[in-house]
């Protein structure tokens, strides 16, 4: 027992069942984050009746998700209306299983990876997973067999296939950069120091792409201002309209859990992971319990900083309209990210992917395409693509005169 | 030792159902989803030969499957969709006109 | 029939550079709100009122709440049974029966007086249809109950009230404009309805 | 094991034309030839299984339990009377099949399956579906078009095909030594190498860079074609655009 709890396989094991226990209970905070920041960001005190500061909230949430009547309307497609928030719920969490959490532990003189999976794709793992993660949305849509849950699917097909693009060509600069696509070895690659100060994190090589792949990130995680699948005001709630009591909450958790993964994978892929600078206990060559401890810290630390910014960016900006979503994406992020491969892919022909010329490129790219913006390229050009018609009732009845 | 066999049984089989259900169905989407099994089965035949071989080139030749088939998907259903547009149905008898 | 002079042409202004690159304006937005935050966090003013411990102050000016049956100067109830506030009411939530009344300055008076708290709209005709000023609405809000049945309020109910609330004299107070207003308010304290009261 | 005819293969292949022909979607679904065709392939399946066995040690039970999800869930593709369905089986077939290249040890083209398939596009065929979706099950989805030819002409000779290779195994060239496979497919393991990953991109650009870029080509033809069929009229600009039918105030519609 003991020889299996020292192996890799027994860490990864109760690391698993530790993370999903732990993540049902952050996604559960993160609801009840969500609330305290929308409230002090809306000039109010946010959830405090349960326990102190409202501390207990989540708990009373989960309790009125479990006690709600679950209906399943009769006109729905059962078996797939059941299937959509177990598929959304599982894609979400099976994610977290290849985030490097704490670098390297030395058991007993075995050196063990904090992670659940080590897989040589561990990046394109995590596109795969992403990649899962519309089919609940889709499915959930379409066997409500209510026209807005249709619509809301629709719209999240179409939008989740157009963000997957410049999301993958983010992870593919950076893999480009790293020359690797194992997470703990980006992770690795990104602990040294320019100057002996500055941290070797990708998001100072690649500011762009580190912002393009956050809002692709929020547009995955079907977030605000992309949350067009279930605009509230247009859509009656989307794709999750028929659903109740424990599939909503299912739904609506797995939208959180989403989210860490996100933030996480930014964090590894962008921000070093759990590496934090000028602390000895973060360094890769710190593996002892205390080290995993404070490595696994800072990098939900970095997580919870994500959050913030993605609820902060929610309870700001609104909803974007459909056709500048999609505008944003084909003609915005995706020449964009390609723009920045193709630097990138030239730099790693030279030799140099990791210079300060990946951050002029960076610039470049940002102001041409400022540059191009301001210069009058459309961005409401919908209703100026539209013929002229003069519509004014004189016109008409003189038309029929 | 010798592991080729069932790979190749699964491949084949996979290859076959979709050959039948090509035929089977009038379905234009469901006719193009059984190309897709069979583009399955033969990617579980590629890989398993780059296994039995020890070389990554069956590999690379799955990979070049997988943009046959994303070719394919792409094309075949804007096809279907103006289909649809034309005469309103899936089936794909209602464009037999041209059978004598 | 619309005229050419009634439509209005509104042209869609020209976006700016800045807006049409999006992130100059989310982060000026982002800005704005991070600033509602900070403000929230450290100044601790948020603007929520904590309803049960804290209640706000009332308008007496003009809110309608809970109604009330009026006593005259002898303490007796002043409503004559005329009907015509269960007559005026859109909502039909006044329920009254008429006796003869044992007082010899009129003719009837109420032996029941239901009003029914729950269909009510609180929209204040039975106030003005009142030739004797009997029922009048107050500035109570806070009206709860387990059953249907405890919403409906009844004669005595609605004396109690009146004997509660009876300094104050709801909307008879100089027109006020604007809001909040100086001097018409009143504090809300603790007004609890007794509701055996008679 | 000889070269003799691989008489348990033919049966198994017979065995699984047999299933297919009574779970092809008919007219009047009976239970009673819905269980024959389940019971046929299960059948088809015990005898495929006891072939395999015979040619030699299995490559591990997570491929067989994972082949018969794969083949399961492709018989459901092919027979389901909704589209819809047909469409979440092939998911689960591409899921199947992604695993047993994991047991392959292809793990990029594991992942490249199903960010491909499953990501994209799988998506596109349930949003095709969606739009194009009738109410109800139409007919042409609720009956086969002649099964029994149908049974005969794929599976059989596909049968007849995989038995004949199967039974010329002699033909094929030895399978290399495992070390030489270990160092073959995958990189030694150091912190920047990405293994198998690797592997398959150097011979991807150095064996077939025409392959590649002819791959490259035929994406784009095949999105540039995908647009042009999809396309809807739209007014260019400069050219005028029709003139609106006002004329038909006063016809069709009251003045106000």
């Known amino acids: 027992m003991r020889e299996f709890l020292t192996s890799q396989l027994g860490v990864s094991v109760v690391l698993a069942l530790v993370i999903v226990g732990a993540m049902q209970g952050a996604v559960a905070y993160c609801i009840y984050y969500e609330r305290k920041i929308a409230a002090w960001i809306q000039d109010r005190y946010g959830p405090n009746r349960v326990g102190p500061w409202g501390i207990l909230q989540p708990i009373a949430d989960g309790l ?15 078996p797939l209306f059941i299937l959509a928030p177990a598929i959304i719920f599982v894609v979400a969490f099976i994610g977290f299983a290849a985030i490097p959490w704490g670098g390297q532990w030395n058991l007993d003189g075995h050196i063990v990876d904090i992670q659940v999976a080590n897989p040589d794709i561990g990046l394109l793992y995590i596109l795969g997973v992403a990649a899962m993660g519309v089919y609940g949305v889709v499915l959930g849509g379409w066997a409500s067999n209510n026209k807005y849950s249709f619509y809301g699917a629709i719209r999240a097909t179409a939008q989740m296939l157009s963000y997957e693009i410049p999301m993958g060509v983010c992870i593919l600069i950076v893999a480009l950069t790293m020359g690797a696509v194992r997470l703990e070895s980006i992770t690795l690659s990104q602990t040294g120091y320019w100057f002996g100060f500055l941290p070797q994190w990708n998001v100072l090589l690649h500011p762009l792409a580190f912002i393009i792949l956050f809002v692709t990130a929020l547009a995955e995680a079907n977030r605000s201002p992309f949350d067009l699948a279930e605009a509230e005001q247009e859509l009656v709630g989307g794709y999750h309209t028929e659903y109740s009591a424990l599939k909503f909450g299912m739904f609506f958790l797995a939208e959180y859990a989403h989210m860490i993964t996100g933030s996480a994978f930014i964090a590894v892929l962008f921000l070093g992971g759990w590496h934090f600078p000028w602390i000895p206990w973060t360094q890769p060559e710190a593996t002892q319990w205390y080290a995993v401890l404070a490595k696994m810290a800072v990098l939900s630390a970095k997580i919870c900083v994500f959050l913030f910014v993605m609820m902060w960016v929610r309870w700001t900006v609104p909803r974007f309209r459909f056709d500048q979503l999609m505008r944003l994406a084909w003609k915005g992020l995706i020449p964009i990210t390609l723009a920045l491969l193709v630097w990138t892919t030239v730099l790693v022909y030279f030799g140099k992917p990791r210079s300060g010329w990946a951050l002029l490129g960076n610039a470049i790219i940002l102001f041409v395409s400022f540059a191009y913006a301001a210069s009058g390229g459309r961005v409401t050009g919908r209703q100026r693509n539209l013929p002229v018609v003069d519509a004014s009732p004189s016109a008409a009845l003189g038309a029929t005169a | 030792m010798d592991s080729l066999l069932p790979s190749l049984m699964l491949g084949a089989a996979l290859f076959g159902l979709g050959v039948v259900g090509f035929l089977v169905r009038r379905n234009l989407i469901v006719i193009f989803l059984s190309t897709e099994v069979m583009f399955q089965g033969v990617i579980v035949t590629a890989a398993a030969f780059a296994r039995y071989y020890a070389h990554v080139e069956g590999q690379a030749y799955a990979l070049l499957l997988l943009v046959i088939a994303a070719v394919e998907a792409g094309l075949a259903l804007g096809l279907v969709m103006l289909l649809y547009r034309r005469r309103d149905t899936l089936d794909a008898e209602a464009w037999s006109t041209m059978r004598g | 029939m619309i005229r050419d002079s009634d439509i209005l042409n509104v042209d869609q202004p020209e976006l700016t550079a800045a807006e049409r690159f999006y992130l100059p304006q989310i982060v000026e937005g982002m800005k704005t709100t991070i600033q509602h935050l900070g403000k929230t966090l450290l100044l601790k003013k948020p603007v929520t009122v904590q309803y049960p411990e804290q209640k706000r102050e009332m308008r007496l000016d003009n809110y309608r709440g809970l109604h009330r049956l009026n006593r005259d100067e002898d303490g007796r109830v002043a409503c004559v049974a005329c009907f015509m506030c269960s007559t005026a009411c859109p909502a039909h939530c006044i329920h009254i029966e008429a006796a003869e009344s044992p007082w010899p300055d009129r003719e009837k008076y109420p032996a029941k007086f239901d009003i029914d708290e729950l269909r009510c709209i609180y929209c204040g005709m039975c106030e003005e249809a009142c030739p004797v000023d009997a029922i009048e609405l107050t500035y109570l809000y806070d009206l709860v109950g387990r059953t249907r049945e405890e919403m409906i309020l009844s004669k005595e109910e609605l004396i109690a009230i009146y004997d509660e609330t009876a300094s104050v004299k709801p909307r008879k107070n100089p027109h006020v404009t604007g809001y909040p207003s100086t001097g018409q308010h009143r504090k809300m304290t603790d007004n609890p309805i007794v509701e055996d009261a008679t | 094991m000889t070269a003799a005819a691989p008489y348990p293969i033919y049966a198994a292949f017979a065995l699984g034309a047999f299933a297919l022909y009574f779970l092809a979607p008919r007219a009047q679904r009976r239970r ?32 067989y339990c994972f082949a ?47 960010i491909i398939y499953a990501g994209a596009i799988l998506v596109t065929y349930l949003f095709v579906i969606m739009l194009a979706q009738q109410p109800g099950a139409p007919v042409y989805d609720r009956r086969a078009r002649e099964p029994f030819l149908a049974v005969i002409a794929g599976f059989l000779l596909t049968g007849l095909v995989a038995g004949q290779v199967t039974a010329q195994r002699s033909g094929l060239p030895p399978p290399s030594k495992p070390e030489a496979r270990t160092a073959s497919t995958r990189l030694p393991p150091n912190p920047t190498a990405s293994g198998n990953t690797a592997a398959i991109g150097v011979a991807l650009m150095t064996r077939y860079p025409v392959a590649l870029e002819i791959g490259g080509v035929l994406l784009l033809i095949s999105m540039v074609g995908a647009v042009a069929l999809s396309r809807k009229r739209i007014p260019i600009e400069g050219v005028p655009p029709p003139a609106p039918t006002l004329g038909q105030i006063g016809k069709e519609v009251e003045p106000f």
């Open chain 4, 32 to 63: 009673a030839v819905t269980t024959a065709g389940w019971l046929a392939a299960i059948a088809a399946g015990s005898v495929a299984l006891f072939a395999s066995q015979q040619a030699g040690p299995h490559t591990g039970i997570l491929f």
């Open chain 4, 68 to 114: 018969v999800v794969a083949l399961l869930a492709a018989v459901r593709v092919i027979t389901h009377p909704r589209p819809v369905y047909s469409a979440v089986y092939f998911v689960v077939v591409v899921l199947a099949v992604a695993a047993i290249l994991i047991t392959y040890e292809a793990e990029f083209l594991a992942v490249a399956l199903v």
């Open chain 1, 64 to 78: 009125k998700f479990i006690m709600k009547e679950d209906v399943v309307p009769h006109h729905v497609d059962k």
